[in-house]
């Protein structure tokens, strides 16, 4: 298998991180024991092109650079934060050229790839990509696209079956996967739509696990020869394992006795129990919303639903009121504010599960938590993605 | 296993290409921390690790090109280090003689970072 895709450096602060690997790159590593003998092509920037050789030789895989100047970079604060993008060149260089049997094609930050193959599988990254397979002279005799929901919901106006349908006539697509993150993916065939779940991992590390998806994807359809569902299922199991070890290589063997999360209900709400007294908790509380609209969730936030004018009683009725229609609580329990826990603790009177984010906890601050079955992670990424999949009824 | 302390050190920049042409000569070129998950886990040897165990770092040279692997007190693999800058001069000063070692930070189901430096 060919893949055709960016190798860049990545940074995130929290969780620390720092690795060169890209779409292309992470993606050639994580089938490169499923397919022996991969090939990536891709640019790369020339004061690390040779530990990014040595990178792709470490998982067998053989790596074609055409060494660029630019050192573009991702920039995380945490795995779910908008990336900053650095040292992208003002004007792509010339689209590399790939012709094959089976090749991964993903968009490119610093220019683009005119691939020929018998299949193509082809992840876009970037809304302004997704109607472009076929524009740059590109050729595939049987064509899937894989692409997240907001991809396809900018470049088509709908993240479902019509907008999917229509993105498979206009690229002559015979498969497109529409990736919704906590809530797995969906197949799109002739005369097939097909959900696929998120799998169960006890952690969630966000980044880059779009192209382990693809990747596994790419080699069970494209190579492998499977169902497209099955190919997507293979692929969903697959960044489960990945998201909770970090692990970039796949091994199929380890993910089959994975468990099949149950689809989120997006109806149902989550409470955001936090201090916002601070400029710092008040970023976080705005954070946490943000992620969790963004990955589908509805969320009651008590400072942007009640406010914070009026009086205590007013105030603490109103916000039990909100807790008391939600589904989950998600606590963020650093600094231990008073008022957080008495939600934390309010919820569980009456049977509503919690998800607490104690990043830098005192153990003994923990004790009533934890002896009402309260489910408390280290990190912000798992903690939004908990209380999502809490909103299973 | 040991429960030694995991060894830390000042730098974390990017051998400069000046500096990475030098190793075996540049003693400063190969004084660089090793901050990164370890990729190609056997589960069997991760699974007898703890927080703070060290691991030896060795150049496992087959093929074209080298890869680096960190190996537990019983001289077994327990993955490979991969995918970061400084990855070439690591292989070049692991090449001139220069020592490594890594100590686990971090343990996953699956997973685990490594932080470790150069043995003085």
């Given at each position: 298998m060919i893949v055709v895709g960016g190798v860049y450096r990545e940074e995130c602060i929290r969780p620390a991180w720092s690795r060169i690997f890209g779409s292309g790159g992470r993606a050639a590593a994580a089938v490169s024991l499923l397919s022996p003998g991969t090939q990536l092509v891709a640019y790369a920037c020339e004061q690390w092109v040779e530990d990014a050789e040595h990178s792709m030789a470490a998982f067998g895989v053989t790596a074609e650079f055409q060494p660029i100047p630019e050192d573009i970079a991702f920039h995380y604060l945490h795995p779910l934060s908008h990336a900053e993008l650095t040292g992208a060149p003002q004007a792509r260089y010339g689209s590399l050229q790939v012709a094959g049997d089976i090749v991964l094609r993903f968009g490119f930050v610093e220019g683009d790839a005119r691939v020929d193959a018998k299949r193509v599988i082809f992840d876009p990254q970037n809304a302004d990509e997704v109607l472009r397979f076929r524009e740059n002279g590109s050729n595939a005799e049987a064509l899937a696209i894989v692409l997240n929901e907001v991809e396809l919901k900018l470049a088509l106006g709908d993240a479902g079956e019509e907008g999917a349908r229509g993105l498979m006539q206009h690229s002559r697509a015979s498969v497109v996967v529409v990736k919704r993150g906590p809530r797995g993916a969906t197949v799109f065939a002739k005369d097939v739509t097909a959900q696929i779940p998120a799998y169960a991992a006890n952690s969630v590390f966000k980044i880059g696990s779009g192209d382990v998806f693809s990747a596994i994807f790419a080699q069970r359809w494209g190579e492998a020869g499977e169902d497209p569902v099955i190919a997507a299922d293979n692929a969903s199991r697959a960044v489960s394992r990945y998201v909770e070890t970090r692990n970039t290589q796949v091994d199929l063997s380890q993910v089959t006795m994975v468990l099949p999360r149950k689809a989120p209900d997006t109806a149902s709400m989550i409470y955001l129990a936090a201090?916002?007294?601070?400029l710092a908790q008040r970023w976080m509380v705005e954070e946490a919303r943000r992620c969790l609209l963004s990955l589908g969730a509805s969320v009651f936030s008590p400072i942007h639903d009640v406010g914070s004018k009026g009086d205590a009683e007013y105030i603490a009725r109103r916000d039990l009121d909100g807790l008391e229609q939600c589904s989950v609580v998600l606590a963020l329990l650093d600094g231990e504010d008073a008022g957080t826990l008495f939600e934390v603790g309010h919820a569980r009177r009456h049977g509503i599960p919690v998800v607490a984010l104690a990043e830098s906890p005192r153990p003994e601050s923990l004790t009533m938590l934890q002896g009402t079955n309260c489910t408390i992670v280290s990190d912000f990424s798992t903690a939004i993605y908990e209380a999502i999949w809490g909103t299973v009824r | 296993m040991s429960s030694k302390q995991t060894p830390t050190r000042p730098s974390s920049k990017a051998a400069s290409k000046e500096e990475a042409t030098s190793a075996g000569t540049n003693i400063n070129a190969c004084d660089f921390l090793i901050a990164v998950d370890l990729e190609g886990i056997r589960l069997p040897r991760l699974a007898r690790l703890k927080i703070g165990d060290l691991l030896k770092v060795e150049l496992r040279t087959e093929g074209v090109y080298p890869t680096v692997i960190c190996v537990d007190d019983e001289g077994q693999t327990v993955g490979a280090l991969s995918a970061f800058l400084n990855l070439a001069q690591l292989i070049r000063c692991l090449r001139s003689g220069v020592k490594y070692q890594v100590g686990i930070t971090q343990l996953r189901p699956g997973g685990c970072h490594v932080v470790g430096s150069r043995v003085v």
């Open positions: 201090p916002f007294f601070t | -």
